[in-house]
């Protein structure tokens, strides 16, 4: 992963495992939903593929159980509104990936009461038109 050797990793901006994802992720389940399996209260995560909500490596390893049962790849952690692709092995860009958007947005108004603050990127393509619809000389 790249950034990892200094504790910082740069999330991936595209993925090739996002057809997997659940048809219906304007309906979660709340940040404050116990594990499945152990009913462990943090620590969790929520598979993006069937909703089911899970603890994390650090507590019983059952997300990481259900993607080797099932082959669920992407996840989003209830605990900082990351996002994992086991397949992958990376976090992926949840605001930059337009189909993780929604329930990234979704995510955070169920844990923080608001809509997240997306950040904005511009494209190179809008940074030359500004350059070329600039007057040059005076």
């Known amino acids: 992963m790249y950034?990892?050797?200094?504790?910082?990793?740069?999330?991936?901006?595209?993925?090739?495992?996002?057809?997997?994802?659940?048809?219906?992720?304007a309906h979660i389940p709340t940040p404050n939903t116990p594990c499945n399996r152990c009913q462990?209260?943090?620590?969790?995560?929520?598979?993006l593929c069937c909703k089911d909500v899970l603890c994390?490596?650090?507590?019983?390893?059952?997300?990481?159980?259900?993607?080797?049962?099932?082959?669920h790849c992407i996840a989003l952690s209830y605990s900082d509104l990351s996002?994992?692709?086991?397949?992958?092995?990376s976090y992926l860009d949840a605001q930059l990936i337009q189909q993780l958007r929604p329930v990234h947005e979704t995510?955070?108004?169920?844990?923080?009461?608001?809509?997240?603050?997306?950040?904005?990127?511009?494209?190179p393509q809008t940074e030359d038109k500004q350059t070329k619809d600039t007057p040059s000389g005076g």
């Open 107 to 123: 995510a955070y108004i169920l844990k923080f009461g608001e809509p997240p603050p997306f950040r904005t990127v511009e494209s």
């Open 56 to 71: 994390s490596r650090f507590v019983n390893k059952h997300m990481l159980e259900h993607h080797k049962q099932t082959t």
């Open 3 to 25: 950034g990892a050797e200094s504790g910082w990793v740069e999330a991936r901006t595209q993925c090739d495992h996002l057809a997997s994802l659940s048809s219906d992720l």
């Open 40 to 47: 462990h209260p943090s620590e969790n995560w929520l598979c």
């Open 83 to 89: 996002v994992w692709c086991f397949a992958c092995d």
